[in-house]
């Protein structure tokens, strides 16, 4: 089952599947920047990065509180992408509530996903996949649209509708 996922993905990743039209109608196709950014030497520059970033702030500024223990959360800084993602795309379908019917097993999960910063919304995100803000009902909370607002209101992104 996983190998057939992944042959999947890679399946669009690499453009010999497109996806429906619902899905990549009025998003920007940015097909050598995706080449160039899933490439070992990018990922390999990132983990450089982070290991930069703890060497000078340890050793370099000597910032308040840095101490050499820290280099201990480096494993945590390479596995945030991979962990965040299993997690949303696991319970994402697997736990919680479904506020459409989708045909499809996305649930909302609204305990983990306010550490997931608005992205267990997962059935709502099936049925309203442009919306910015992926919150639907009154007790539901998207952290990240806040965010999105302020952004759209100093002009760093434009939203079309808000």
Known sequence: MMWKTK?????????????????????????KFDLFADTMAVRLAWGVFYVLVYVLSISVFELAGTHWWMYFLLPIHFMMGPVH?????????????SNFDNNDKSKNSLLL??????????????????????AVKWYEFDPTYPIVKLLHASGIIKLRTI
């Open 7 to 31: 042959n999947i993905y890679n399946d669009y990743f690499s453009f010999k599947l497109k996806p429906e039209e619902r899905f990549s109608k009025d998003v920007p196709d940015w097909n």
């Open 85 to 97: 993602g299993a997690i949303v795309n696991w319970s994402g379908h697997k736990y919680g509530y």
């Open 113 to 134: 996903d306010i550490l997931m910063l608005g992205e267990l919304f997962q059935n709502n995100h099936h049925k309203l996949p442009n919306r910015p803000n992926f």
